[in-house]
């Protein structure tokens, strides 16, 4: 059973930075992508950023230049770097490795409020 865990969400100021982490217990987690969605409650689950295994990254118009993806193949996690963070961006965020079918996790709640 493949089950990517995230951990890291929390409460943050306007224009702080939270780190979010993806841990998936995979010998083969290095081959496969993965990337972050999040989803506020009535609303379709939205895409945030994704991770080839070759490291070549995509990430959604709203975050591009505040969120940064990355992978640490050693420690079989993924990272999602969250910087100037705004209360748009308060839902909760899930993860998911595609290893030809999506493996999500229970997803981590970020709110983003003074």
């Known amino acids: 059973q493949v089950q990517p865990v995230e951990s890291g969400g929390g409460l943050v100021q306007p224009g702080g930075s939270l780190t979010l982490s993806c841990s998936v217990s995979?010998?083969?987690?290095?081959?496969?992508?993965m990337g972050w969605y999040r989803q506020a409650p009535g609303m379709q689950r939205e895409f945030v950023a994704r991770?080839?295994?070759?490291?070549?990254?995509e990430y959604a118009a709203a975050v591009k230049g505040r969120f940064t993806i990355s992978k640490d193949n050693a420690k079989n996690t993924m990272i999602l770097q969250m910087d100037d963070l705004q209360p748009s961006d308060t839902t909760i965020y899930y993860c998911?490795?595609?290893?030809?079918?999506?493996?999500w996790g229970q997803g981590t709640q970020v709110t983003v409020s003074s």
């Open positions: 998911y490795l595609d290893s030809g079918d999506r493996h």
């Open positions: 995979l010998t083969t987690f290095n081959i496969y992508p």
């Open positions: 991770i080839w295994s070759a490291g070549t990254t």
